[in-house]
């Protein structure tokens, strides 16, 4: 062996079983294999992501001959697709009240900037100098009512997205609900 760490190669059984490889966020790793156990899924294996810190490899597998397959398949769907929907609705719940802090800091700054560079540079004009204040006064508003306003939107976004997300999750359950009932009595 040449100081390199070899892989050992886990063999599988597919005339037995079939597997299912995924990836998964770590603070949801426990929810989704209990998810997935509903269908009848078995854990094999939890990795670490090659390259992401945050994400998990896990490797399941199912007796092939399973009671109710084509059913527990349609519900494995319908999982997969309420996952996904989470994990858009997670991604996006701040995006709004970012966008809004980020477009209006910048104009807020910008016209803070403006203001004192026409002070400093323009001391002897009085129209310059009557400028610059008032670009500063217009700037540190700006950035005032942004975080206010920020503020209110985030408060939105979160109540609007958690209502979303809470009904995603009530699917999720309902999900793992029907495939229990398919399961039950099975391993």
Not at 19 to 37: C, M
Not at 109 to 127: D, K, M, R
């Amino acid at each position: 062996m040449s100081g390199k760490k070899q892989k050992q190669r886990q063999v599988r059984d597919h005339k037995n079983y079939d597997y299912l490889t995924i990836t998964a966020k770590v603070e949801r790793e426990a929810e989704i294999i209990a998810s997935y156990a509903t269908l009848g899924w078995e854990t094999v294996s939890v990795s670490e992501d090659k390259k992401f810190f945050d994400l998990d490899v896990i490797e399941f597998r199912r007796p092939h001959k399973i009671e109710n397959k084509d059913r527990l398949q349609l519900l494995q769907v319908k999982l997969e697709t309420l996952l996904n929907k989470y994990g858009v609705l997670r991604h996006k719940r701040k995006a709004k009240s970012a966008t809004f802090g980020l477009v209006g800091g910048i104009f807020g700054c910008i016209a803070l900037a403006a203001g004192i560079a026409l002070l400093v540079t323009e001391i002897a004009e009085l129209a310059a100098v009557v400028t610059g204040a008032i670009a500063i006064v217009i700037g540190l508003a700006m950035l005032t009512v942004v975080g206010v306003f920020m503020r209110r939107v985030a408060e939105t976004e979160a109540r609007d997205y958690s209502e979303k997300m809470a009904a995603v999750l009530k699917g999720i359950d309902e999900v793992c609900a029907s495939a229990k009932e398919l399961t039950r009595g099975e391993k």
